[in-house]
């Protein structure tokens, strides 16, 4: 079992390697330990995905609902695992550090902060305040007894407008705050990527479902390091059911049947890493 010194060190390197990666995000046990059977090297959480999974919509579970969401996740793998925080439960860089501090004792050994405060009023935190919240996060970060891979994401490009300066400006002021990794969802061509890739120096995270129409390769030559899916895999999941109730309710038919894996390869993939003990 590997400790989380040593899982910190692996998902930093990952980082630093040459060749971009997936890091695609599980919503419960069953899709963590699967993920992590069919080969890839880190996983991180999905707060839309888990939200689902626990009947709520993105945005409404609780602090101490996703500390104990990472703590099964990490407890049930081997692999490097980064939480999605959302904006830290809290609106203070206080809030933001305990924050950091709390995640980091479930065995999760990166986690993100974002600039989105869930307030439609004013969804996006004032510019100093956002630096502010990212600095919190980093001295927490700092301060842990190992290495914790901290991703700033600045949300203005999903969440308000595609004002792509105001991005590059506040990733530049994230990066020089000592965020390890810098991440803007909702870019949508590789140009995009490589002006965000460019204007700053650390690794930076793309979400694939607003990239749908590149390749990983594509992806990575254009400057990405790191490639996350969000809550995609966890909307895949509940479109299938949509579909395959539907073909029931309607049709009285089960079509559907003949394409689900069995449940000795379902078994295979989940046991091919032992969970910790």
């Known amino acids: 079992m590997a400790t ?3 899982l910190g060190s692996a998902f930093r390197a990952l980082h630093e390697q040459p060749n971009v990666f997936i890091i695609p995000n599980p919503w419960d046990i069953g899709s963590a330990r699967m993920l992590e059977g069919l080969g890839f090297d880190a996983l991180a959480t999905t707060s839309s995905g888990f939200a689902h999974a626990v009947g709520r919509d993105d945005g409404e579970v609780t602090l101490d609902e ?3 969401h ?3 996740l990490a407890e049930a793998t081997n692999i490097p695992i980064s939480a999605d925080l959302e904006n830290c439960f809290g609106d203070s860089p206080e809030e933001v550090a305990t924050c950091i501090r709390r995640v980091a004792e479930t065995g999760i050994v990166g986690g993100s902060v ?3 405060s869930n307030d439609p009023a004013n969804p996006i935190y004032d510019f100093n305040l956002s630096v502010e919240r990212v600095t919190a996060a980093v001295e927490a970060a700092r301060n842990l007894p190992f290495p914790f891979t901290l991703t700033a994401r600045a949300e203005n490009l999903l969440r308000v407008d595609r004002d792509i300066d105001n991005t590059i400006r506040r990733l530049q ?3 020089a705050a000592g965020a390890d990794v810098l991440y803007a ?3 949508k061509t590789l140009d995009e990527v490589r002006l965000i890739s460019s204007s700053v120096s650390k690794p930076i995270n793309v979400l694939a479902a607003s990239l749908k129409e590149y390749s990983v390769d594509e992806l990575g030559e254009a400057g990405a390091t790191r490639i996350s899916i969000g809550g995609a895999l966890a ?3 509940v479109s299938i059911l949509i579909k395959t109730v539907g073909e029931m309710r309607d049709n ?3 079509t559907w049947l003949s394409d689900i894996a069995p449940n000795t390869e379902i078994h295979q993939i989940m046991n091919r890493s032992a969970p910790k003990t």
């Open 66 to 68: 996703t500390i104990e």
């Open 252 to 254: 009285g038919t089960f």
């Open 235 to 237: 909307r895949l999941m």
């Open 185 to 187: 969802p909702a870019l």
């Open 70 to 72: 990472c703590r099964q």
């Open 173 to 175: 002021a994230y990066e």
């Open 114 to 116: 974002e600039d989105f």
């Open 4 to 6: 989380q010194d040593a």
